[in-house]
């Protein structure tokens, strides 16, 4: 008879899994037993990257801890990024840290802005981990609704908000936030004095109009905090660099928080980032470019097989509309990967107002299968079922599970 552990926390409990990770995990096991998956799933871009010589670098140094903010050579150089390539002016001494990732940076700035109890609105459809990055926090996230236009927003805040969290350019849909969209955001936070909380880590994958940068627009950053990552720009999600900045005052809340969890980004990780910044930007830059060129081709075919997105011209997702399809858009996506092999993510996991959707990433696979898979997707909703006992059946029979978190 075994023994009863001790109980595991009620904030932990609360807390779902990851509706694309759990996605991309049954796509992991199908491919473990042979079966070729048309992975649309996966919320990054492959690059063609050489392998630096890591022996210029200081390897030793790589063995041990270094500045919990940031090597102060890498910072001078994404410093130096956003102004050459964004025309933001940024302090890489004062404004900006380092960390693991830029799911890291995201919810220690929450945790160091927001208190429990305040609310924190989230744009949708949006990036399933800011909500339980927020309620990790015991804040209360409140969503505003993907079809709100920007200079509507304030019709959500109370005298409780405390955080406006948006994506841009926005992952799943693709939508990029115009410098009139961000000043009118600007303006209403500044007015209720409520921080913006703007993820840029799509910012090279811009096909139609321009990038802006939020810091180009609050130049004293006495609202805006952008957070962004080396992962997606660079096409490196497996080495976990992701950077926020903000005013001096917040980075250094952010750095005690960032002492006590992270210590630091791996230093041999910065340091060779460091040394090849440039190198490698001038290799993967042409490439994300060429990742929505072929996002724009594929929307062509996608509109001639009659199916519809939200509007949007960067990053390399597609969000689609089911339309009437009147059954779970969950079940709908286990039954396109179990019978079909092609993953994809329910759109219920970017936001209420979104459950129709599902998430379509580009980045991982040729036109050719991403256009049959189009074709299945189309042909699938034009007759509508309810897959629920099906895909039920099929995941006992492999030994898989559903999702445990809400909205499926």
């Known amino acids: 008879m075994s023994t009863p552990i001790p109980p595991t926390s009620e904030r932990a409990a609360a807390i779902p899994p990851a509706l694309s990770i759990h996605i991309n995990e049954i796509v992991y096991a199908l491919k473990r037993r042979g079966q070729d998956i048309t992975t649309l799933s996966l919320g990054e871009a492959f690059f063609d990257i050489p392998l630096f010589d890591f022996a210029k670098i200081d390897f030793v140094r790589g063995y041990h801890y270094s500045d919990s903010q940031g090597l102060p050579e890498l910072r001078k150089q994404i410093a130096e990024f956003y102004e050459e390539q964004y025309g933001s002016k940024v302090d890489g ?40 990055h927020v309620n990790l926090a015991e804040a209360e996230p409140k969503f505003i609704p993907f079809d709100a236009a920007p200079q509507d927003f304030e019709q959500w805040f109370t005298d409780k908000s405390r955080m406006l969290i948006i994506n841009n350019p926005n992952n799943p849909a693709g939508r990029l936030y115009t410098r009139e969209d961000l000043i009118a955001i600007i303006d209403i936070c500044r007015k209720r004095k409520v921080w913006l909380m703007v993820d840029e880590a799509y910012s090279d994958f811009i096909g139609e109009g321009t990038f802006v940068s939020a810091l180009d627009l609050d ?3 006495d609202v805006v905090i952008v957070a962004n990552s080396l992962s997606k720009n660079m096409g490196m999600s ?39 910044f440039k190198q490698i930007i001038q290799i993967t830059l042409p490439q994300a470019r060429e990742v929505v ?26 969000f689609v509309d089911t339309g009437d399809y009147p059954y779970s858009t969950y079940d709908l996506s286990l039954y396109l990967l179990l019978f079909h092999n092609i993953a994809v993510v329910s759109g219920s996991a970017y936001g209420a107002s979104t459950a129709r959707f599902l998430r379509l990433s580009i980045g991982t696979e040729s036109e050719e299968r991403i256009v049959d898979a189009f074709a299945v997707i189309a042909n699938v909703l034009s007759e509508p079922r309810d897959y629920r006992s099906t895909v039920d059946a099929r995941l006992q029979e492999l030994g898989l599970n559903r999702f445990g978190g809400p909205g499926v």
């Open 93 to 132: 001494d004062k404004e900006i840290l380092i960390t693991a990732g830029s799911k890291a940076a995201i919810y220690l700035a929450v945790l160091a802005a927001v208190d429990p109890g305040c609310e924190v609105l989230i744009h949708e459809p949006a990036w399933l981990s800011y909500r339980e």
């Open 219 to 221: 130049t004293n950053r």
């Open 238 to 276: 497996g080495w976990r660099i992701g950077y926020i900045v903000a005013n001096p005052v917040l980075i250094r809340e952010v750095l005690k928080l960032n002492q006590h969890i992270i210590t630091c980004a791996p230093t041999v990780l910065q340091a060779y980032l460091a040394k090849y």
């Open 293 to 318: 060129e072929k996002r724009a081709r594929l929307a062509k075919r996608m509109a001639a097989l009659g199916l519809n997105c939200l509007p949007g011209s960067a990053t390399f997702y597609f």
